[in-house]
Every structure is written in structure tokens, then in C-alpha cells.
T-cell receptor, first 112, second 113 residues
């Protein structure tokens, strides 16, 4: 079945630096790739998503890139701030399916 | 306010005592799903529902039941809870399928002793 692997499991950066989180997926039919942010003790919330007909999408300081050939996608956060500290989950889904498979999560710590 | 409401937020129970975690959404979403979150394992799908009276298994359905009698409600039932079901549970809803943005509830932390 579909599998989504996420790396690294933890990431520590200095405030102002960039952070990159990478995910790979196994099902070549996957065409929807959202990213969720979960702050401590709170629910996951969608921060950005991308579909397979697009190679890159940006929203202010965050961007997602997709490489369909290599079956991987990445989240890029620039100019990190302490409030970016959270657990980030990538996920992969298929239009014809009702399943959304999540990665195992990356705990990002932004040091002031 | 558009939201997904789960209850209870915290639950401590004993092995074998049936329990239900309720989930309700007010956005008229067709799709609803239950996930459990465990350290290092991310969010794993338990069951999902495509519409009223239509449900299907996710990746970890063993020991759980669901029902979708009304569009807004999607309760999770543990007929005979066991300690390995101790986890953080999230209900989520979306417009259709699993590939539209999901709105999550606030979570239910369940402890089975």
C-alpha cells in the first residue's frame, strides 16, 4: 500500500535560518500533498498543499516543492521564527481514493 | 464558527469497558475520518466515511467501530478497549474524499489501564 516517509524526525535551527523537511511517497498515483502543522497540545492544521500538476507553491515564508519523477516533496520555511516551532506532518493522497497517508512527523525547534 | 467538535478531551478507562468518542462537524462536510496519533508513528487512519451510511477501514481498524447515521456526526466506538489503544485520537472532516483540506477536532487523549 501507499507509504509516506518523512525526514528528519527532529530539526533544530537558529532563528532566521531556513528549515527543510523532506518526504517520499511510494504510490505513483498520488496527486495531492498537504502539509500540516501541529503546535504543542493542539490539533493539526493545514499550512500549505500542492497537487501533482504543480511543481512548486509558495505562501509567504513557506514553500513546497514536488518532484514527481523522484516521488518526493519538500517543505521549505525561510526566515524561521520561534513561533514556527511545532511538529510538521506531510501526507500523500490520490484523487480516486479516500485515504490520506501521513508521514511520521518532524519536530522543528527554532532557537531564539 | 466552522469547527469539528470532539468529546471528551480526556478519558481514562479500564480494559474491556465499552466507550464512545463523539465527533460532530458543522460545515456540511461529506468526508469524515478518525486518526490515532502515537509518538514516532504520525497520524494513522482508523476509519473514514464518504457520506451518510458509507464507511470503510483505514490502516489500523482493529478494535474500533464507527457509524455515520447523520452527516454531521461520526462517533468512534471501542467495544472492548485494551491498553494498546491508549493514544491521542483526532477526528477530521473535509469536503470530499481524502484529498481536500482536512479540519481536525481538538483531540481526545485516551488512557486504557
Amino acid at each position: 500500500g501507499e507509504n509516506v516517509e518523512q525526514h528528519p524526525s527532529t530539526l533544530s535551527v537558529q532563528e532566521g535560518d531556513s528549515a527543510v523537511i523532506k518526504c517520499t511517497y511510494s504510490d505513483s498515483a498520488s496527486n495531492y500533498f498537504p502539509w500540516y502543522k501541529q503546535e504543542l497540545g493542539k490539533r493539526p492544521q493545514l499550512i500549505i498543499d500542492i497537487r501533482s500538476n504543480v511543481g512548486e507553491k509558495k505562501d509567504q515564508r513557506i514553500a513546497v516543492t514536488l518532484n514527481k519523477t523522484a516521488k518526493h516533496f519538500s517543505l521549505h520555511i525561510t526566515e524561521t521564527q520561534p513561533e514556527d516551532s511545532a511538529v510538521y506532518f506531510c501526507a500523500g493522497g490520490v484523487d480516486s481514493s479516500y485515504k490520506l497517508i501521513f508521514g511520521s512527523g518532524t519536530r522543528l525547534l527554532v532557537r531564539p | 464558527e466552522a469547527q469539528v467538535t470532539q468529546n471528551p478531551r480526556y478519558l481514562i478507562t479500564v480494559t474491556g469497558k465499552k466507550l464512545t468518542v463523539t465527533c460532530s462537524q458543522n460545515m456540511n462536510h461529506e468526508y469524515m475520518s478518525w486518526y490515532r496519533q502515537d509518538p514516532g508513528l504520525g497520524l494513522r487512519q482508523i476509519y473514514y466515511s464518504m457520506n451518510v451510511e458509507v464507511t470503510d477501514k483505514g490502516d489500523v481498524p482493529e478494535g474500533y467501530k464507527v457509524s455515520r447515521k447523520e452527516k454531521r456526526n461520526f462517533p468512534l466506538i471501542l467495544e472492548s478497549p485494551s491498553p494498546n489503544q491508549t493514544s491521542l485520537y483526532f477526528c477530521a472532516s473535509g469536503w470530499n474524499r481524502g484529498n481536500s483540506p482536512l479540519h481536525f477536532g481538538n483531540g481526545t487523549r485516551l488512557t486504557v489501564t
